[in-house]
């Protein structure tokens, strides 16, 4: 049994940290053994989140972004946090295709691809009172299936 | 290379991750293709793409919708298991056509009435 490992990593609210938020995460799971798909749908969810942080959160302007993980055997739990403008109703900004910016071409699924990809997600937001996005995942279950 | 246009079709070679950075930035450099020509085909060129999220998903369709009016057609192509994934989930291939190769492509566009 191992115990239970984490890591907190603070980061600039800026385009192009996208990258840098998804490769860490995607190297601290390691320990989990995932599979090259099971990486890619982690890495996946935290670019959504982390862009959502950036693009709606912060509204591009300047502002610090908290990613927290914890893996504990195959368990991978992954917090991305804001303390940006918030979101005044949850429900409606999670639902598929739902945008605030379709002037900016954003396909409004952020959070179908986090649901999607991991195996459960929760928002946790109000307005002026930042967001905070909580993904589970086992490593090593079935992976869902498309048609 | 990141874009190249001839004869009314705007080929996009995808960087090897497609975020909103990326996205944001593609857009910008190829924004003036569409003042200055008709484009009519697009074709996103996935070959060197290993990473995709829901941003890439918005510029195919904010493209779409440039060429959709002049009944131009939007493809795909050299798309790996990965992005596959990710286009399949998101429901794009209703307006997306994935295709095997650049030739196949051009063989589908003088179909639909194209001609160099």
Not at chain 1, 26 to 50: C, G, H, Q, W
Not at chain 1, 135 to 145: L, R, S, Y
Not at chain 2, 32 to 56: A, N, P
Not at chain 2, 96 to 115: C, F
């Amino acid at each position: 049994m191992n115990s239970a490992n984490e890591m907190n990593v603070e980061f600039d609210s800026v385009a192009k940290n996208e990258s840098f938020a998804r490769v860490i995460v995607a190297s601290f799971i390691t320990s989990t053994n995932p599979t090259l798909e099971e990486v890619s749908d982690i890495k996946t969810a935290v670019s959504e989140a982390v862009t959502n942080a950036i693009i709606h959160g912060y509204e591009k302007g300047a502002g610090k972004i908290w990613i927290r993980t914890v893996v504990e055997d195959r368990s991978v739990y992954i917090e991305v946090r804001d303390k940006g403008i918030g979101i005044a109703d949850v429900k409606q900004a999670m639902e598929p295709l739902f945008t605030t910016k379709p002037e900016e071409e954003r396909s409004g699924m952020g959070f179908s691809f986090m649901e999607a990809f991991m195996d459960r997600l929760e928002v946790e937001s109000a307005a002026g009172e930042g967001t905070v996005v909580k993904m589970w995942k086992e490593i090593g279950a079935p992976a869902p299936h498309y048609e | 290379m990141v874009y190249e246009v001839a004869n009314g079709v705007l080929i996009y070679y995808l960087p090897e991750e497609l975020d909103h950075y990326a996205a944001d930035m593609l857009k910008r450099k190829t924004a003036h293709v569409f003042d200055e020509e008709e484009i009519r085909y697009l074709i996103f060129d996935f070959s060197k793409t290993q990473f995709m999220d829901s941003s890439g998903i918005g510029l195919i369709t904010g493209r779409f919708r440039m060429v959709h009016d002049k009944g131009g057609c939007v493809y795909a192509v050299h798309v790996n298991e990965t992005i596959d994934r990710i286009l399949l989930m998101s429901g794009i291939y209703r307006i997306l056509k994935k295709m095997d190769s650049l030739d196949a492509i051009k063989k589908e566009m003088v179909k639909g009435g194209y001609y160099e």
